[in-house]
């Protein structure tokens, strides 16, 4: 006989709810906890006005980032909101742009690594065997690369760099750690039952994974993706503040860069470097706890009640 | 040594209410008693092995008390209860042997958890080597890490180690269900040998299966959704149940020798109540076959016989 | 029907696979069309291991299964697909079985597509209604409930439901009752009785030797994957010959008998338990056994 929890014996059957669940039960419950949970309240709002800002920011301005011709080195008025740069640029119109560059960035890079990092781990933890000490090997070397040092490399050898391309260059270096976690969920999901229930209906390993593996791991994934999402932000800022960012596109980090090379920070312009700097620890920092709110959403067990 | 439990009322918080997991429990018993525990899932005896030593977070204690040796112990008041565990009331959990830390060697658990209780290891050594072999383990079981045991071993080291201080009163939950059939008999047949050579005082041993109950215990009490239903020796209980539901449980376990094609057992139709609200009048109401007008007032639980306690007005009549 | 003849499986561990675990030793035992087989061993006995390799769902390492002459560890595809249509397996663990994202209705539409595609609707919800009637329950207590608001027996009993929505021949019930109430395990037995009356062959792998007794025609014993005694039920269990057999047949806790009345040999250390089956007489073989 399995362990009987007296609690979830006694329950009605109609309101038993079992513990751990990878997915909520019930829309209304994930909702009525989800809007109770400080974390990801607080996360979701710094995150959801950054977003707001991105989307909106840009219409509000009618100039383009990298225009000159305004007074050099104002602080905040009325004419520029956050300013103007030490070589007279508008720094709220680069603010927005790289706002929104960021957002991009971090979406792409975040869907190319969440996918190879699915593909990846689903495979290595369903296949198991030759395959899965193949594939654990791969990713095991891409992991202990240095991310960034090969990052920088291929950056500075690359002539044009657009946003496109630094997205999917972030993308193929970020997934390690994700098809890791996947698969070590996958090896356990794979050998209950109902797995074996679908082998016997018939079901091709594909079919298996998508249709019932990957289903029990939704909130594991979403939360995955969460993380990645943020980890290219962050990845994209180093890499712009360094320089090698793109070359035709405004970035956060890139603001970040020319401030720093202007001696903005000798010269006390703070509403120059602190926007962009403020701007992505909010995000990152948001969506971080945003998801440890989610976990606590996802798994009953966590809540604190 | 003598344990007197009256009225005991133990239910759970939940969000939706309070689980009447234990709803007005009372019983006694004796000196060198070893009594089983039985019924089904969600009957309510883990929670009174549980509540007899410690409650956990979601338990609360609602009434009643419980008497050990003419002292009452303070079962709501968990520090207060650090006392009595392990020196006179001990319990093994369900699933003790797989509890065992991984990382341990069963020598130095043994040794943390004898100092944590204020003892010393070395003064103990002696017994603790001598009470192994007892049960037919090596001593240098005690430099190994559990995971080289197999599960008859761990469970007789689980043995040893929670009556190694004589308690009074051992509490087994589910000793034998993850075991196999030749290490089951084996671990049974050690809880006698245990109360014979008086390492513990009194036992009581929680499970489902009433076979092995029958093999090992003086009396059995059997419970249903949270109550007490009969308690009598293990041979009445066995060969004349007075409780229907008792004896709807008896005919459901086929013996080896019954065949599926000269005679037929059936099962007990239906499912135990929910505790969140339990109904009115006997609980078995819903189930049984002999519920007549009079079930809709809950039987108590009174002795129908010499020795021989019943909840049923038809086993009372 | 079905035939294993000297199975064996072992298991590659350690780094590069270098140890081998062997699960199942040369097992070799012939299921008739509508028998009921109790596998009966204790833990690591490989007795698991035969009903997953039977099933198909892990092949092995020697030896050939083969169902009408066909080996199953050959089926791919389309041959595979049909194989399902008309062997089926449910397994210990109720709440494991189903997929707690989804409603329990999603069993029997997983078998829809590829096994009853020219059914139209009417004719499904029929066949559904007939297969939840055989098991005993009503489709208003299930059809549309999640796993968690079902109990062990129900789900059961459900699985069971799923495999008679094919043309079944044979079911490999792994261990389907250890995880249920005393009250509702008999019910589940039962009906597994019941269908043998539907020609439907089972193969029933279990512990509990009360159970394999209460149900099956033939028996096998299993000891650390070998066979080590076979042959029609009453006789193994009314004349058990080998050493292990007779232990364990001793250790079952009875309601009947204590355990003090039973009388057995100790096993004397040293003893090899299983070398070859030597037949009794026509239905009851038993492995040599004998000192090193």
């Known amino acids: ?305 | 040594m003598s344990l007197a439990v009256d009225n005991l009322r133990v239910h759970y918080r939940t969000l939706r209410g309070d689980v009447k997991a234990l709803d007005g429990v009372s019983f006694t018993v004796a000196d060198g008693e070893i009594m089983g525990l039985a019924g089904e899932s969600g009957c309510g005896k883990t929670t009174l092995g549980k509540s007899l030593i410690r409650l956990d977070g979601r338990m609360r204690h609602v009434e009643g008390s419980v008497v050990l040796d003419g002292t009452e112990l303070p079962i709501a008041d968990d520090r207060a209860m650090n006392r009595y565990r392990f020196r006179e009331v001990s319990l093994i959990p369900q699933y003790a042997m797989s509890a065992l830390n991984p990382t341990r060697k069963i020598g130095k658990l043994i040794g943390e958890l004898l100092a944590a209780r204020g003892e010393s290891y070395d003064d103990r050594f002696p017994e603790l080597t001598r009470r192994l072999s007892l049960v037919g383990l090596d001593e240098d079981v005690l430099e190994r890490f559990p995971i080289e045991l197999s599960g008859g071993m761990k469970q007789r080291v689980v043995m040893v180690l929670s009556t190694l201080l004589d308690p009074s009163l051992l509490i087994a939950d589910e000793l034998t269900s993850a075991l196999d059939v030749s290490t089951q008999k084996a671990v049974a047949e050690l809880l006698v040998e245990f109360r014979d050579r008086e390492f513990v005082r009194s036992t009581i041993v929680i499970t489902h299966d009433l076979a092995v109950l029958y093999q090992v215990a003086d009396t059995i009490l059997v419970m249903y959704a949270g109550k007490l239903v009969e308690k009598a020796s293990a041979e009445e209980i066995t060969t004349s149940p007075v409780h229907p539901y008792t004896q709807l449980l008896i005919a459901s376990m086929p013996e080896v020798g019954t065949r599926f094609a000269d005679e037929r057992r059936t099962g007990i139709p239906g499912r135990p109540p929910s505790l969140l609200r339990p109904p009115t009048g006997c609980r078995f109401r819903a189930r049984c076959p002999l519920a007549f007008s009079k079930c809709a007032e809950e039987p108590p639980f009174v002795e129908v016989a010499p020795r021989r306690y019943a909840a049923c007005w038809k086993a009372a009549a | 029907m079905l035939r294993l003849q000297d199975v064996t499986k072992v298991y590659k561990a350690g780094t590069f696979g270098r140890t081998h675990v062997p699960a199942v030793t040369e097992v070799s035992f012939d299921i008739a069309p509508g028998e009921v087989v109790s596998l009966i061993g204790e833990s690591g006995s490989g007795k698991t291991t035969v009903g997953r390799m039977i099933l198909g769902l892990t092949r092995p390492s020697a030896g050939a299964i083969t169902c009408d002459g066909v080996d199953v560890a050959s089926l791919q595809g389309r041959a595979l697909r049909r194989y399902y249509g008309a062997v089926q397996g449910v397994f210990q663990d109720p709440f494991s079985s189903y997929n707690p994202v989804f409603r329990v209705d999603r069993v029997f539409h997983m078998v829809r597509r590829p096994f009853l595609p020219e059914l139209d609707d009417t004719e499904w919800r029929d066949r559904l209604r007939r297969s939840l009637e055989a098991v005993g329950l009503e489709p208003d207590d299930v059809l549309g409930k999640y796993p968690h608001q079902l109990s062990g027996g129900q789900l059961q009993r459900l699985l069971i439901a799923r495999a008679l929505m094919l043309d079944l021949r044979f079911l490999v019930a792994d261990e389907i009752i250890s995880m249920l109430d005393a009250s509702t395990r008999i019910d589940v037995l039962n009906l597994l009785g019941d269908l043998r009356s539907r020609g439907l062959g089972v193969l029933f792998v279990t512990h509990d030797l009360a159970l394999g007794n209460y149900i099956s025609d033939r028996t096998i014993i299993l000891w650390r994957g070998r066979v080590v005694e076979v042959g029609a039920t009453p006789k193994v269990f009314g004349d058990p010959r080998h050493p292990y057999t007779r232990m364990l047949l001793s250790s079952v806790p009875q309601l009947s008998a204590k355990w003090e009345t039973s009388t057995v040999e100790p096993l004397e250390a040293g003893t090899e338990l299983a070398g070859p089956l030597q037949p009794i007489d026509d239905d009851h073989a038993v492995a040599a056994w004998g000192s090193r």
């Open chain 1, 1 to 305: 006989m399995t362990t009987v929890d007296p609690v979830l014996e006694a329950i009605d059957p109609e309101q038993r709810v079992s513990t751990p669940d990878p997915v909520p039960r019930r829309r209304n419950e994930v909702l009525y906890f989800a809007f109770r949970n400080r974390k990801l309240v607080i996360g979701l709002s710094v995150v959801g006005l950054m977003l707001v800002l991105a989307i909106v920011g840009p219409w509000l301005t009618s100039a383009g980032p990298f225009e000159f011709g305004y007074p050099t080195g104002e602080p905040p008025s009325r004419a520029h909101w956050l300013g103007t740069t030490a070589s007279g640029q508008d720094v709220f119109t680069q603010f927005v742009h790289g706002l929104r560059a960021s957002f991009l960035v971090g979406a792409l890079g975040g869907c190319v690594a969440a996918l190879i990092g699915m593909a990846i781990g689903f495979t290595a933890g369903y296949r198991g065997g030759a395959v899965d000490e193949l594939l654990s090997m791969l990713t095991n070397v891409v992991l202990v690369i240095p991310t960034l040092a090969v990052l920088i490399i291929v950056a500075a050898y690359l002539t044009v760099r657009g946003l496109v391309a630094e997205a999917l260059l972030i993308g193929a270096t970020s997934w390690p750690w994700a098809a890791r976690a996947i698969r070590a969920q996958t090896f356990s999901l794979a050998s209950r039952d109902f797995v074996s229930l679908a082998r016997l209906s018939g079901a091709r390993p594909t079919q298996v994974v998508v249709r019932e593996i990957a289903p029990n791991m939704s909130s594991y994934l979403f939360l995955t993706f969460i993380l990645l999402f943020g980890g290219a932000i962050l990845t994209a800022a180093t890499l712009d503040f360094l320089g090698l960012g793109p070359s035709n596109a405004m970035s956060l980090g890139l603001m970040l860069n020319t401030a720093v090379v202007s001696s903005a920070l000798q010269l006390g312009m703070w509403w120059w470097f602190i926007p962009p700097g403020l701007a992505i620890t909010a995000i990152v920092g948001g969506l971080y706890v945003t998801n440890v709110g989610l976990d606590e959403v996802f798994n009953p067990k966590l809540r604190e009640t």
